[in-house]
């Protein structure tokens, strides 16, 4: 494949900010939390017209945030461990970049689109346990 040659240089200010904590009444039981809030730049993949034809980045290109928290239980004695906990991730900003398929009426022949989306969001939640 031949190179397109160099495209522009990006620069994104990210960062991260964490926080935890845990309370453990006695040997059997602990509550805990944590949460975050960082930023990333978006995925390489993502972040060209089309990486494959095209050096040129997408409009409107900018940091992904992230915000995430969870809780939890744990309970131990020397015959069951339990663990549960809760968690929730809302991505905002996300780029995504991906390959359009279309059929043509007329000839019977496949297009494929290169297309993009920016300002996406998306949400993460559930429970979730294990035993032993």
Known sequence: MNSLGKSDQRTFLTYTLKAGVSYRPNNRHNFYGNGGYFTRPPFFRNSFDDARYSNQY????????????????????????VNLNAYY????????AFDLVTQDQLDNGTNILPTSL??????????ETDFT
Do not use: C, F, M, P
Request: no cysteine; glycine share 10%.
């Open 118 to 127: 920016t300002g996406l969001e998306s949400t993460h939640k559930g429970l």
């Open 89 to 96: 991730t809302l991505w905002q900003n996300r780029t995504l």
């Open 58 to 81: 997408l409009d409107g290109l900018t940091e992904e945030n992230v915000i995430s928290a969870e809780v939890g239980y744990s309970y131990r004695t020397s015959v069951i461990k």
